[in-house]
Every structure is written in C-alpha cells, then in structure tokens.
Nanobody, 119 residues
Framework: QVQLVESGGGLVQPGRSLRLSCAAS????????MGWYRQAPGKQRELVAL???????NYADSVKGRFTISRDNAKNTVSLQMNSLKPEDTAVYYC?????????????WGQGTQVTVSS
C-alpha cells in the first residue's frame, strides 16, 4: 500500500504564507498523480491542487494565483506553497495519491494537517 505523511500545517495570519509537504512511501511504482484536497467543517472535501508524474498541474479556481504545487519525483514528495492566505482557506488539508494497477484505480490519503488562517 501507499503511505502518505503530511507536514507543515499550522496557524497563520491572513495574507501570510505557509508551505505543506507530503512524502509518499510503500508501493509507489504506479502513482500517476499526487495532490492536495481540503475539507472545512460542514463542507465537502474539495480538490485544491493536483500534479501528475509528468508535471501537469490543476488548481481550484479559488486558489489560482495564490497556491503553487510542486513535486520531487526522486524523493517521492509533493509540496504546496500557499501565499496570500485567507480565512476561507482554513481547513484540514489532505495529501492524495492516485495509482493505477492491473485491478483498477485507487486513491490514497494522508492523515491530514490542519491549516488555520486567523488574526
């Protein structure tokens, strides 16, 4: 199985920056994309940013221009640089990995890291 460990969450004031990191381990051979989702209380989990193994990226409209996702394939890590943070960015952020096998497609999730944007 794939194991994902997030780091970098915390409390930050509006307008400041925060950087999240996720390290993947285990059966990582067939991972074709990694990214970040977030879930705020009372809301559904939503995609924040995604990056494929070839470097293609996808961002939620609400974070375009403020967040940047990057990867290091050699280290099996993905990072999310979050700038100009807003209170509405407050959520639990989950690292995600997408994998194809002969049996189908699978999603793997990290434990989540809390990001709180407040003055």
């Amino acid at each position: 199985q794939v194991q994902l460990v997030e780091s970098g969450g915390g409390l930050v004031q509006p307008g400041r920056s925060l950087r999240l990191s996720c390290a993947a381990s285990g059966s990582i051979d067939s991972i074709y994309a990694m990214g970040w989702y977030r879930q705020a209380p009372g809301k559904q989990r939503e995609l924040v940013a995604l990056i494929t193994s070839t470097g293609n990226t996808n961002y939620a409209d609400s974070v375009k221009g403020r967040f940047t996702i990057s990867r290091d394939n050699a280290k099996n890590t993905v990072s999310l640089q979050m700038n100009s943070l807003k209170p509405e960015d407050t959520a639990v952020y989950y690292c995600n990995a997408k994998k194809h096998t002969g049996w189908g497609s699978y999603d793997y999730w990290g434990q989540g890291t809390q990001v709180t944007v407040s003055s």
